[in-house]
């Protein structure tokens, strides 16, 4: 076991993991934030996207004991209180969910995409969103959730 | 996973220690996680260099790049200064794996594991980057040895990547549709001492297509590359792509990397 | 009058709120006390038989609680899996349906077969025990490919089907059609492979056990688009328990698709084994247990021959098909390339005659079973592919020769020689809609310019029918179906005036909590806040068919407002005592009832609180307002449309973009238009994925998955896809109230054929699905 302490949605948390725990998998069974998703095994299809310092990564391709002293943010501490970002909304407004499994994944994605070009084309979304796999929607109104998310955002 | 133990030392010489025959370094750890997860790899321990602020870091100076080792692929791909001097470089980094792979992926963890359809060991070779690990330094072309398997000793670590700043060069990339990762790959830079093109993603390695090198030679043009074949018999074959089919995705690769050199 | 998030108006949807939040509960989401953690010890080969397991070092290992063979199943009296749908061969034999085992008992019979179950404190423990168990394989010679295993001298995969044949099934007249080939003035012949594909809902399956000994009742929680269907099967088949001693519940489901109608080995298993265990027990699959046990989709390879007379009319249209089902019948297996695909091959067009023969064989692969369509995708790409090619044969524009052929918007009813009555459509429309939208007069210009570029640039139709709404009792028991295919839902409301729907439709993304939630308010008046709409619990709901074949707003919606009608009826009476006036005066509108000629009215809300505060109340009625309805239908829905591609072709690596969608789709009337233009664009993206991308490939030799992570099984990006045009035309359907046909299918059905027609024109020659890149080069290298 080693000890791990991280801010995770602004509350500081500590734990004794195993160093073989997963990142999701201390969010998921140590701290029961289940919006973040297991949806395969390579490390590609997204839905497990949380920020680390600011940063999306797939939160099953890092161990816990990496993310030691780091700040996390999920989907569940996205919103503040009970008013949500900007992109949750837009993905609500846009049907840019169907199922809502690859979700929370995506709209992480999209936030962390909407940083780093605050004013995105949609071949840019489209290119960006490579890392999350949506099997419902086609992609159409998630492209066009992001795009409306980036305008309110940047407005 | 299976279990190991874990380290996570915060000096170079702490971490060459703390490594004994079956451990491992763990860079950004966006191949090898996903190995241990799959029950592909064992390790008794990891040793985590994420904790080296002296492995972290990106410098110019006397016409050459400095890249440490565990630079993430985003901050090459955005770092103004690679932008500046090699373009190639970071157009490269900015089309590998995806946003969030790139959040965590490292220079010196993608090239000390050298898969074969790697996008960095083109960068190395073609622009003839030297490796600098604790012990010594390696070129680019001593450094990639054969199929995930490199220069390195048991124990040695890698600590920066310098690039000398070519005349112009590109970076071609035919992703793989599936994976993403490189089905073909060409980097081509013009140096002063001549042109170099090194091929990823085709072969068990990556390797310089020697006759566009000579080609590009007296005539640094798409069209000088276009009709050069390369053999097809030590290519790869898949599901993906027949050795075929990766020797003319590498011409007309190579072909467009010359033609978007800068 | 419209109201206010009723019919027609895109009412954003009530679920998203949890999903957007983190707030939904899937299956892997929910944890019991004392919860224990399930893991299969899978086969590595394609076939072998298994001389010995030996148990004895992963027993003793850290943390196993127990683990299960085959042997301790057949102990216990639990039976295997079965295909609830009968088939009957030319001869009148029935189809082949070989013992399917939920662990293996002698034999594997394909790579991921369930050998063991480890049951474990966790689930590192139980893949680590799992390590320890030793099984002496002897392995056999495999086949994989559907005619491989047609051929003499195949390897065997079943002792009970001879030649690997489960059927060989065929419909129409073939007498007719050899008469119409005779008098043929152009005859067309295609062949074509249909590529296996993996559905990949991006939830994996995954399923939670418990047994409580002091009721002796079982609970499933699983990743099913039916739970009912699910319970139904484990109690009266395999044995588990009886119905009044089971819960199936189904909570949020990531996906469907089809793969989740099924019953499977797993939670079956689990199921079963939490009462051996005293525990709960938890399995997820990891994406690679998915792509190796997760029922595959389509998987068949076709000969067709269309006759024509000199004006380009159809005269007689002929087909031959192989179709795979893996290595075990899966629950529906048998109806998807039989009476859910040879019905379909009508097409939109008048043909005189049509005879179809169906051969299904076994394979050491994945069973293959309904995915996205099921049958009607592969009837529109033979049909719709033929056609492109006589049209290039006869040198006519492939969309004329569909314009010539199409049955007109007054032929309706209109029976095609292949058992289907089309209610209504109009075919014509749908084509020269979606031609307008995607400017098909202007594409010559356009290929011109790609041309300049150095780039083949192609257009393509498929114009599409399906058979949706699934489906009358009465007609699919005749055709075998071992179901019937009702819906039931009860509207209950609360003294208060709020109102709880209860559905046997289950929602795994097609927003069923919204739409249904509108039929209510816009029938009842009711606040669409005040409605909640409950599914996928067999303890809440009554009964239920579930989700699939886009049958849930056609049959679970109109079973919602039959059930409406009656609270209606009653509430009528009610109004009527408390207005002191006949039930035959009350009138009703949105959940407004007056008294004709008069200013007197009650409100809905009104009348549900006298109905459970029933102090001035009708002597002669029951208290309360719910009521249960079954809706059985009259007819399928026939949703059809035109659906146009446009790609452009980099001939130097034989890259396909696809540059241009339009989709021309009549659904009948549509009450959620943002929901329904989502479900177009998901079923067009999971086409277009199928025709471009996606192909489950094995190797010939070893039968190994070669396809069997994202790593190699190319899963659609949003850098596949342009943005779609959606249009919807109405021809409203007059065989249920709500005059739906469905929509979660279409696309998946229209897009296969549209894709490849558009890269056919721009090749100038044909290939097969997948369009992969060295294929397109290939065939660009010599065009």
Known sequence: MTSVSMTVNGKSVNADVEPNTLLVQFIRENLRLTGTHVGCDTSQCGACTVHVNGDSVKSCTMLAVQADGSDVTTIEGLASGDDLHPMQTAFRENHGLQCGFCTPGMIMSAVDLVKRNPNPTEETIRKELEGNICRCTGYHNIVKSVKDASEKMGG | MYSFNYERPSGINDAAGAVGEDDKFLAGGQSYLPTLKLRLAQVDKLVDLGGISDLKGISVSGGEISIGAMTTHGTVATSSDVRSSIPALADMAAHIGDAQVRNRGTIGGSIANNDPAADYPSALVALNATVHTNKRSITADDFFVDLFETALEDGELITKVTFPVPQKAAYAKFPNPASRFALVGVFVAQTTSGARVAVTGAGPCVFRQSDMEAALSGNFSGAAVKGIQTVADKLNADIHASADYRAHLISVMAARAVDAAS | ?783
């Open chain 3, 1 to 783: 009058m419209s109201v206010e998030n009723g019919i027609g108006v895109s009412v954003k949807r009530k679920e998203d709120q949890r999903f957007i939040t983190g707030n939904g509960k899937y299956l892997d989401d929910i944890n019991k006390f004392g919860q224990t953690h399930g893991h299969f010890l899978r086969s590595p080969y394609a076939f072998a038989k298994i001389k010995n397991i030996d148990l004895s070092a992963a027993k003793t290992a850290p943390g196993v609680v127990d683990i299960f063979t085959g042997a301790d199943m057949t102990a216990d009296g639990i039976g295997g899996l079965i295909c609830g749908w009968g088939i009957n061969s030319k001869d009148g034999s029935p189809h082949v349906a070989p013992p399917h085992p939920c662990l293996a008992t002698d034999t594997v019979k394909h790579v991921g077969d369930q050998v063991a179950f480890i049951v474990a404190e966790t689930l590192q423990q139980a893949k680590d025990a799992a390590e320890l168990i030793d099984v002496d394989y002897e392995e056999l010679k495999s086949v994989t490919d559907v005619r491989q295993a047609a051929a003499a001298g195949a390897p065997q995969v079943h002792e009970e089907a001879a030649g690997n044949q489960c059927y060989d099934w065929e419909i129409g007249d073939k007498a007719a059609v050899d008469a119409a080939f005779t008098n043929a003035h152009h005859i067309t012949k295609i062949d074509l492979i249909n590529n296996r594909v993996s559905p990949n809902p991006m939830e994996p399956r995954a399923a939670l056990g418990e047994y409580d000994p002091g009721t002796g009742e079982y609970t499933l929680h699983t990743t099913s688009q039916n739970p009912h269907v699910a319970r139904l099967l484990l109690s009266a088949f395999v044995g588990v328990a009886p119905e009044n001693k089971l819960r199936v519940i189904a909570p949020d489901v990531g996906g469907g698709f089809g793969t989740k109608i099924f019953l499977y080995a797993e939670e079956t298993t689990a199921v079963w084994a939490s009462k051996r265990v005293g525990r709960p027990i938890k399995w997820t699959a990891d994406r690679s247990e998915s792509f190796l046990t997760d029922a595959h989709g389509r998987d068949h390879a076709t000969h067709a021959e269309m006759a024509f007379d000199a004006d380009g009319h159809i005269l007689g249209f002929r087909v031959s098909t192989k179709a795979n089902m893996g290595a075990y019948l899966s629950t529906f297996a048998s109806a998807v390339p039989t009476y859910l695909y040879a019905t379909l091959l009508n097409g939109q067009y008048k043909m005189p005659c049509i005879y179809a023969e169906v051969q299904a064989l076994f394979t050491n692969t994945t069973p293959v079973d309904a995915y996205r369509g099921a049958g009607r995708p592969e009837a529109t790409y033979v049909v719709e592919r033929i056609m492109e090619r006589a049209a290039r044969d006869m040198n006519m524009d492939p969309t004329e020769l569909r314009l010539k052929n199409f049955i007109q918007p007054d032929a309706y009813p209109y029976e095609t020689p292949v058992i289907m009555t089309y209610d209504t459509g109009d075919y014509p429309l749908t084509m020269t809609t979606a031609k307008d939208m995607i400017d098909y007069t202007g594409f010559a210009a356009r290929k011109a310019k790609s041309a300049a570029n150095g780039k083949l640039r192609g257009i393509g139709s498929s114009a599409y029918i399906e058979a949706c709404g699934i489906a009358p009792s009465a007609a699919v028991g005749s055709l075998g179906a071992g179901v019937g295919l009702w819906e039931s839902a009860e509207v209950r409301f609360n003294p208060t005036g709020s109102v709880t729907v209860f559905t046997g439709s289950h929602s795994h993304g097609q927003g069923h909590e919204t739409t249904f939630a509108q039929l209510i308010a816009d029938q009842l008046g009711v606040p669409f806040e005040s409605i909640e709409v409950v599914h996928g619990d067999t303890t809440k709901v009554p009964f239920g068919m579930g989700t699939y074949g886009s049958r849930s707003l056609a049959v679970g919606g109109s079973a919602i407002t039959k059930a409406a009608d009656k609270i209606v009826e009653k509430a009528k009476k009610i109004a009527a005592h408390l207005m002191e006036a006949s039930a035959d005066d009350i009138e009703h509108s949105h959940g407004v009832f007056s008294v004709a000629g008069t200013d007197k009215q009650l409100t809905i809300g009104e009348i549900a609180f006298a109905a459970y505060v029933p102090h001035n109340y009708p002597a002669d009625l029951e208290p309360g307002l719910a009521e249960n309805a079954f809706y059985d239908p009259l007819n399928f829905t026939f949703p059809a449309g035109t659906h146009i591609a446009e790609v452009e072709i980099d001939p130097d690596t034989g890259v396909v973009e696809v540059v241009d969608w339009a989709a021309a789709d009549d659904f009948g009337n549509v009450i959620n238009p943002m929901i329904v233009e989502g479900q177009v664009h998901g079923g067009v993206a999971q086409g277009i994925g199928q025709a471009l991308l996606e192909g489950v490939v094995y190797d010939d030799d070893s039968g190994q998955l070669l396809t069997g992570s994202y790593m190699d099984y190319c899963m659609p990006r949003a850098d596949n896809f342009p943005n779609f045009r959606v249009e919807t035309t109405n021809t409203p359907c007059p065989s249920n109230p709500l005059g739906v046909k469905g929509c979660g299918e279409a696309g998946a059905i229209a897009a296969p054929a549209a894709l490849m027609n558009a890269i056919t024109d721009a090749l100038g020659k044909e290939i097969d699905m997948p369009a992969t890149s060295e294929k397109v080069w290939r065939a660009a290298q010599n065009a």
